[in-house]
């Protein structure tokens, strides 16, 4: 679908003319006389629109957006709260994904003896692993094997390489696919182990992807045996939800190892680090019962993408134990349920911590709340450590995410801007002893809007991650109160407006 059709059928086109549509109105009353009624009629609509809001499991600014503007433009704040719970899904949809999440999340069971044995040992990571078991219904894994990447050319070499040993089957799920040498590779060795009688499945995001790569291209790729499935396919006219992406990026081969991470399929990821600063993110290898996880992931999304109904069983796979000092809960999350885990797993890691947290994150746009719970922590004692990216970000994610700084480092967070090239890594680490791997940034739109996937992780293996954060904060810019108060009156501004419109996001 070109752009110009995808512009006449977006939300910001319908709103706009809602807005203009609402402005002829009210003078129109004006010009006749009855501006009394019109504002008679739009007390009564605020009024009204209380007892629909007031039990709503939506954002405070949410509500009191819709509810200050039926008092001036309700025809407007009307068409504004249909297209925010639009992005929800509709009704079928939601039992669509009630179905699927039911069917496939029974198919993996916690074992209470993994949970009693991290609880012996650390309550905080307890509290946090078992918030997760209990919301996204996925559970915790003792004694992982994990493999830590903090650039890509090691994860799609290790990647390929466990591809070209499948035996069985190859799931992939791709947030973004841009076509080069990497693409090359992988899909010659998926062409070839497919041609061998090893399954191959490639769910896909729609809207991204085939901006470099076309649908045509997708569906000859079944000819080399190669299934692809287009995920949430962009359709004109067809609400909002269609705008809800996909930023998994995971891989399982046999139902015995999976990669999880922020890497696209993209050269910009794997050129030569010393020579061209490749673009920096993080992942890893997982082996062992976690990767029933990874399964569950992909075929929640598969399933909902293809409308095919599967048997996970017949894809897991008997592991071989390993003795590690590790605990790993992969999980993901989707914009259909009501509960809030990407923001409530923050909360509970900020909220947990008790010596140190520090946050690698690509932008920022922060609710009360979160910002909140991290000048508490601040104050608290607790060393808070914020690393963001700062080059070749386009100025308005630059502009936005700064907005926060003065705010966060007058109240004794440290904020650094990594100076070492471009850098899309997400990751948190509380108390240098457990770590969270997600594809969500600290922005409300991504936490509420998308689907989204993360790795929690406590034990041994969190060194390699804390290893990593100290490179980055080593290549990193501490920002200061004197340079936050050097910026210039247009800078100021623009930071205001741009936090003032991550509101109605």
């Not at 004006?30 to 009024?47: E, K, P, Q, T, V």
């Amino acid at each position: 679908m070109n752009s110009f059709t995808k512009f006449f059928s977006s939300t910001f086109l319908r709103l706009a003319l809602l807005l203009l549509i609402n402005i002829a109105i009210i003078f129109c009353c004006d010009y006749f006389g009855y501006a009394y009624i019109y504002f008679l009629a739009c007390l009564l609509f605020a009024l009204i629109s209380i007892f629909f809001l007031a039990n709503r499991e939506e954002r405070d600014s949410y509500k009191v957006t819709v509810f200050l503007a039926m008092f001036v433009l309700p025809l407007w704040a009307i068409g504004y709260g249909i297209a925010l719970k639009d992005r929800k899904g509709s009704k079928k949809i939601k039992k669509e994904w009630s179905d699927i999440i039911y069917r496939n999340r029974k198919s993996v069971f916690q074992s209470n003896e993994t949970m009693a044995n991290l609880k012996a040992i650390n309550t905080q990571a307890y509290k946090t692993c078992n918030y997760l078991v209990d919301t996204v219904g996925m559970p915790c894994f003792q004694n992982a094997s994990v493999k830590y990447y903090s650039f890509g050319e090691a994860y799609f070499k290790d990647l390929v390489d466990e591809i070209k040993n499948a035996q069985n089957y190859v799931l992939l799920e791709c947030y973004k696919i841009v076509p080069g040498k990497l693409w090359t590779e992988l899909f010659d060795t998926l062409r070839l182990k497919a041609r061998e009688g090893v399954s191959v499945k490639l769910v896909y995001d729609d809207a991204v992807c085939t901006k470099f790569i076309s649908r045509e291209d997708f569906l000859k790729m079944q000819n080399h045996g190669i299934e692809t499935v287009p995920f949430n396919r962009y359709k004109a006219f067809a609400g909002g939800f269609v705008n809800c992406r996909n930023y998994k990026r995971l891989t399982v081969i046999d139902g015995k190892v999976g990669f999880f991470g922020g890497f696209n399929v993209d050269d910009e990821y794997v050129q030569n680090i010393e020579l061209t600063n490749a673009t920096k993110d993080c992942g890893i290898k997982i082996m062992g019962e976690a990767v029933k996880n990874l399964i569950v992931m992909f075929f929640e999304d598969y399933q909902f993408a293809s409308k095919k109904v599967i048997n996970l069983q017949d894809y897991f796979a008997d592991s071989q134990p390993v003795k590690t000092k590790d605990w790993i809960l992969p999980y993901s999350t989707n914009p259909v349920s009501l509960d809030h885990t990407n923001k409530n797993i923050l909360l509970s890691l900020i909220n947990n911590a008790k010596d140190n947290i520090s946050i690698v994150t690509t932008y920022l746009a922060l609710d009360d709340e979160l910002k909140n719970a991290l000048i508490v922590n601040a104050k608290s004692g607790i060393k808070v450590r914020l690393i963001f990216s700062s080059e070749k970000v386009a100025n308005k994610i630059k502009t936005l995410s700064r907005s926060y700084f003065y705010d966060l480092i007058k109240e004794g967070i440290e904020v650094y801007e990594y100076k070492g090239g471009k850098m899309t890594t997400r990751l948190i680490m509380i108390d240098n002893n457990s770590a969270l791997i997600s594809t969500n940034n600290l922005d409300s739109q991504n936490t509420y809007k998308h689907f989204n996937a993360g790795v929690y992780l406590y034990g041994d293996s969190v060194i390699l991650m804390y290893n990593d954060i100290r490179e980055i904060v080593n290549g990193s810019q501490l920002v200061t109160i004197k340079d936050m108060q050097k910026r210039k009156l247009g800078q100021k501004i623009s930071a205001s407006w741009s936090k003032f419109m991550a509101l109605f996001r």
